[in-house]
């Protein structure tokens, strides 16, 4: 009994190691952003994919949207259009529904698609991912503003001047967001260097030229 008790006790002093060692990876993103869709299919994801056991990834699907509460209903101008703000929810609902690893999976998918917000793009995605398409838009229509509206509230005070923008330990800083979006693994290795994972003494992943922003 002692055995297992010592057992279970280094079992939760590792993961609380491990817990401690994970770097915070924000990202404030908007659905309909080229430069955005780019980021996360050429570093977030593949970079998560290989660091996922030391990332904690936290997406914020709000962008350079615009948000005010008339009566006791949210409004929203997103940058690019209704469309875009329909594909923030979709996104913040697939956020609220799923582990992140599972709806970045559906987010990238979307991204690389045609027609980013299209009902098909969602139900085609969703299906990849695991997810039900049916679910995402109950939660649309049910408490999607309010998820939305959340993400508008923690983006505010972050007062980013582009998307894609990344926080590491959500730290502002506009030097390190921009080394992130051309090579994310480099400033993540750099943060995990006093206990570097294996997958930071190899070169999987080339970082990127150019990566158009998009504005506020």
């Known amino acids: 009994m002692a055995k297992l008790v010592c057992a279970i006790v280094l079992l939760s002093a590792l993961s609380l ?8 990876v924000s ?7 080229g430069g955005c869709s780019y980021f996360i299919h050429s570093q977030l994801k593949p970079v998560y994919k290989e660091l996922k056991d030391h990332v904690q ?7 350079n ?10 409004q929203f101008m997103c940058q690019h259009g209704p469309e875009e703000c329909y594909g923030n929810i979709i996104h913040a609902c697939a956020l609220d529904s799923s582990p992140v690893e599972v709806a970045l999976d559906f987010i990238a998918c979307c991204e690389g698609q045609k027609f980013v917000t299209s009902d098909k793009t969602f139900q085609k995605c969703s299906k990849k991912a695991g997810l039900k398409f049916e679910d995402l838009k109950k939660c649309k229509e049910t408490k999607g503003d309010d998820l939305l509206a959340a993400y508008g509230k923690r983006s505010k005070p972050v007062g980013y001047p582009w998307v894609p923008f990344i926080t590491i330990n959500d730290k502002y800083d506009e030097n390190v967001s921009m080394n992130a979006m051309y090579d994310l693994k480099s400033v993540l290795c750099e943060h995990l260097k006093d206990d570097p994972p294996k997958a930071c003494s190899k070169k999987t992943i080339d970082a990127v030229d150019e990566i158009s922003v998009c504005r506020a």
């Open 17 to 24: 190691t491990q817990a401690a060692h994970k770097v915070k």
């Open 27 to 33: 990202l404030y993103y908007e659905a309909l952003c």
């Open 57 to 63: 990834l936290d997406l914020v699907p709000f962008g």
């Open 65 to 74: 949207a615009r948000f005010r509460k008339v009566g006791s209903k949210w």
